[in-house]
């Protein structure tokens, strides 16, 4: 059976980008949050578990070719972008000692694998903050999208066993582990054995003797599909022939309000 040839094919990063605007904030004693993620160019550092989390699906996403957290940060007063420290520097100094609401960072940004870039708020559900700091992100909207730059909210469920949060750290692995684990006979063998129609973990691996450790890398790369923004990997999860098939991954839609 000849198979698609984008099975385990995905982005990687190709060029340099920048670092960020500013460091991540600093946790005074508390651990920090690291993380280590391909398309950003290695560890990274965030400042909530909101934030890892939605970092490991960006990671899985295949629209996404790279992204940086805090990646600029956004003068409200001069109404511009600050991509660097020393930009960001310059404008607090021009604006001296105003107050009220003067600059907004974004969480992450990311470059499409069609080229456009994209800006994410995180929030954790609960603490999504009062009227006035969403006056400010409304502001810096504005600004962004005359850059180019779509500012999107992503809310993290306060729930730790949504299926979207469990599926994401399920299948961020998966996907360094996929060409280690996936054989063309294992591939071969799904397959056929889903031809007719949806079938049950859990009757997929008992038929063909395969763990169920080998389904998270089966749906990371499209060999298989499911509906992983409702259902948790497991058991009793309804599987599909993928055939390189990756809108499976697209989980962020599922956190935005």
Request: proline share 5%; net charge negative.
């Amino acid at each position: 059976m000849s198979r698609s040839p984008s099975y385990g094919t995905r982005s990687r990063r190709t060029s340099t980008t920048n670092a960020g605007v500013r460091l991540t904030a600093r946790t005074y004693g508390k651990a920090r949050i690291g993380t280590y993620a391909e398309k950003a160019a290695g560890h990274i550092t965030v400042e909530s578990d909101a934030e890892r989390l939605v970092a490991h699906m960006l990671c899985i996403d295949p629209r996404v070719r790279s992204f940086r957290q805090q990646p600029f940060t956004v003068d409200l007063v001069g109404e511009r972008l600050l991509f660097t420290r020393e930009e960001l520097s310059e404008a607090r100094q021009a604006r001296g000692g105003r107050a009220g609401e003067v600059e907004y960072t974004p969480d992450f940004a990311t470059v499409q694998a069609d080229g456009l870039q994209l800006a994410y708020e995180v929030k954790l559900e609960g603490f999504e903050g009062d009227g006035r700091y969403w006056a400010k992100v409304e502001l810096a909207r504005e600004i962004m999208e005359a850059y180019c730059y779509p500012l999107l909210t992503v809310v993290v469920p306060a729930d730790e066993r949504h299926p979207v949060l469990v599926n994401a750290q399920l299948l961020k692995p998966a996907i360094a582990r996929a060409r280690e684990y996936l054989t063309p006979d294992v591939i071969d063998r799904v397959e056929g054995y889903c031809k007719s129609g949806p079938v049950l973990q859990r009757g997929l691996c008992a038929d063909l003797q395969i763990a169920p450790g080998f389904i998270p890398p089966l749906l990371a790369v499209g060999v298989l599909q499911a509906d992983l923004a409702h259902h948790h990997i497991s058991g009793a999860l309804e599987l599909s022939a993928g055939y390189g098939d990756l809108s499976h991954l697209y989980l962020i839609e599922e956190l935005q309000p």
